[in-house]
């Protein structure tokens, strides 16, 4: 079984507005997680709660009441929540996960509305829509529809073999684009960028590795072996990129109505951190000068840099630009190994055997 893989950047095509894109053309990003809202207020919606927690004060006088998230099961032990007090719509989890064995693809933004909005119908609930664009003096432009307070995107890549993939977590956890720094778990199977962030948080993982630790839980035993062979074979590296809402709200993506697939391509081009991989084009030291190639040797046996400050931000960055390599990320236990071959990182697709038999 081989995957589909296609030349990363990818050169994405428009999609025609309001028609959901059939999945053999689906796009390598997809949506991994969605937490989204509606507000309705004429009200008269079916109630979907879990049931509701009571607020009191220290006289035990009721304050206010708030109605709990419904926890929807669905086959294959996948669960999402789905929240109406009668006026609000609220929906969070990740329907690529939702009546499937596991959530190796995802699907494209469009197709992820749309199957969230089947699933309301089955509680009786209308679907989120973009609604109208509405222009104020006080509050600035906002929408009549859904706003979006989370999403996930992600893309699979495939780099050939596990020995490669762990070679690509390893490069990641030196490396970061912007002020993330890489920060690679005890398992080295997974490297965490803005931990703690209120506005984007990033992370890339071995695809199989997850999978055998989520298999022996509750939720995960239903996932092939075959598929975690396959995506151990392949080299399968996932990156996830979670856009919170300070970020939506910032970027003017924040109402259903602003976001399009074209929109989240590109913030997703810009932010991941495989930016940095493909600008590696050094495979030796040959291009530094002698005092950066001095600095980049005593980091590599923990010792203490040695020059002035100025010196060694001035090495510091000489040495990003020319082989990749952070100085300032702290050295991993692990020596320090200049990349000595190409690793040919490519994004993949579902490939039809995939879709056929897990959705």
């Keep these: 079984m081989t995957g589909q893989v296609l030349d990363f ?29 509606q507000a309705y207020p004429g009200g008269g919606l079916p109630l979907v709660a879990e049931g509701f927690a009571t607020h009191t004060d ?108 762990q070679r690509v977590i390893h ?13 690679v778990t005890p398992d080295g199977a997974t490297v965490i960028f803005g931990t703690g962030s209120k506005f984007v948080y990033g992370k890339v993982y071995l695809k199989h590795v997850e999978l055998i630790n989520h298999r022996k839980t509750k939720h995960g035993k239903h ?63 040959s291009n530094l000068s002698a005092g950066a190639r001095g600095v980049l040797a005593r980091y590599e046996q923990g010792e203490p840099h040695g020059v002035s400050r100025s010196a060694y931000y001035r090495y510091r960055r000489e040495i990003l630009q020319t082989s990749g390599i952070d100085i300032s990320v702290p050295r991993n236990v692990e020596k320090v190994v200049l990349p000595v071959r190409v690793i040919e990182i490519q994004a993949l697709v579902a490939p039809e055997w995939y879709r056929r038999k897990y959705g």
């Design 223 to 285: 996932v092939d072996q075959e598929v975690i062979d396959w995506c151990r074979d392949l080299g399968l590296v996932r990156e996830e990129i979670e856009l919170k809402s300070r970020f939506l709200t910032q970027n003017e993506l924040c109402w259903l109505g602003e976001i399009s697939v074209d929109r989240l391509h590109r913030i997703y081009r810009e932010r991941s951190q495989f930016k940095r991989l493909r600008e590696l084009e050094v495979k030796d030291t």
């Design 171 to 183: 490069l990641l956890g030196q490396h970061h684009v912007g002020r993330q720094r890489g920060s």
């Design 58 to 165: 220290l006289l035990d006088e009721v304050q206010f009441r708030t109605v709990k998230r419904f926890q929807c099961e669905g086959s294959f032990d996948s669960t999402m929540y789905i929240r109406c007090d009668g006026n609000v719509v609220e929906f969070h989890g990740n329907i690529a996960r939702w009546s499937r064995q596991d959530n190796v693809f995802g699907y494209g933004w469009d197709e992820t509305i749309r199957r969230v909005n089947r699933v309301l119908g089955t509680h009786q609930l209308p679907p989120f829509v973009a609604g109208e664009r509405c222009r104020f003096h006080d509050t600035g432009v906002v929408w009549t529809g859904a706003r979006v307070s989370r999403v996930d995107i992600t893309t699979n890549y495939m780099t050939g073999s596990e020995a490669d993939a």
């Design 9 to 37: 950047p990818i050169r994405y095509k428009a999609e025609v507005q309001g028609v959901v894109p059939e999945l053999e053309n689906e796009w390598p990003m997809f949506v991994d997680w969605l937490t989204i809202r």
